[in-house]
């Protein structure tokens, strides 16, 4: 059964550079896309980004400036890099896995496995 | 982007009743391939989402048959049969026509 960890520094400073990791456990990271998705403390979801395993990648272009995915397939982790970051980007940011299913010959993707999150305050 | 907006925010439900969460989208979510582009998932308290419902209609894998999606167009339906429990969290819909994904904005179920 595939698991998602993610990891990060939990605190970080205005102006600052997020470092964040994905680690995928049960599984290969290999033949799938994966995603980054955050929440603001009280508030709904948003895409940040997303990657396949062979690292062509789409950013949200609300964060495309500042925003880098990548995957590490030998460590089976995807990580996300958020620069400049402001008291907007505290929230909680999770992981997933997208499924994909054949359909009118063509692929659809779907959210089928998250991580638990992992919480980010930018706080001084 | 595509706008989702969802109704209603709050709702409160007795066990054992049907409740229904109503979508719209900005534009139609009909893929020119002839298929919904629209998914549920649910955030149980505390917990991450986790999928629900793919492609409008498609229950994923362990989902409850009391769960079920429906809707054309730019309007979409989760109902569930018969509300338990374990049914409450936060309500998101999505769409997956056009980059990037965006969500509505949640609809929160509570057992009254």
Known sequence: QVQLQESGPGLVKPSDTLSLTCTVSGGSISNYYWTWIRQPPGKGLLLVAHIYYDGSSYYNPSLKSRVTISVDTSKNQISLRLNSVTAADTAVYYCARFARVEVASNSYYYMDVWGKGTTVTVSS | ?112
Request: with cysteine.
């Open chain 2, 1 to 112: 982007d595509i706008v989702m907006n969802q109704s209603p925010l709050s709702l409160p439900v007795t066990p054992g009743e049907p409740a229904s969460i109503s979508c719209r989208s900005s534009q139609s979510l009909l893929h020119i391939y002839g298929y919904i582009c629209l998914d549920w998932y649910l955030q149980k308290p505390g917990q991450s989402p986790q999928i629900l419902i793919y492609l409008g209609s498609n229950r994923a894998s362990g989902v409850p048959d009391r769960f079920s999606g429906s809707g054309s167009g730019t309007d979409f339906t989760l109902k569930i049969s018969r509300v338990e429990a374990e049914d409450v969290g936060v309500y998101y819909c999505m769409q997956s026509l056009q980059s990037p994904r965006t969500f509505g904005q949640g609809t929160k179920l509570e057992i009254k």
